[in-house]
């Protein structure tokens, strides 16, 4: 199983991303995709997920109608939209998966909102 986050960078305050995560290893489109986020001294959090087909997905309160996830079955690949962001939301973003009851994550992009 291997997960490749891309797309953080330096955003100002109010700004947007647009975050990939690149699965192989596993068969993509059976399985939960979850996006995490750690903060620097914060523990990691559930930012969003979404179930293998794509109908059904799942905020936390902080994100909800600012984040939009997504998924590309055919092309393995979990996106997260970001808008709006804040500082406060500075953190290394991860995605991450439960196979076979084990959970893997990668190796997380960065994001910084800052003026």
């Known amino acids: 199983v291997q997960l490749v986050e891309s797309g953080g960078g330096l955003v100002q305050p109010g700004g947007s991303l647009r975050l990939s995560c690149a699965a192989s290893?596993?068969?993509?489109?059976?399985?939960?995709m979850s996006w995490y986020r750690q903060a620097p001294g914060k523990e990691r959090e559930l930012v969003a997920a979404i179930t293998s087909a794509g109908g059904i997905t799942n905020y936390a309160d902080s994100v909800k109608g600012r984040f939009t996830i997504s998924r590309d079955n055919a092309k393995n690949t979990v996106y997260l939209q970001m808008n709006s962001l804040q500082p406060e939301e500075t953190a290394l973003y991860y995605c991450?998966?439960?196979?076979?009851?084990?959970?893997?994550w990668g190796k997380g992009t960065l994001v910084t909102v800052s003026s």
């Open positions: 991450r998966i439960r196979f076979h009851g084990v959970d893997y």
């Open positions: 290893g596993f068969t993509f489109s059976r399985y939960i």
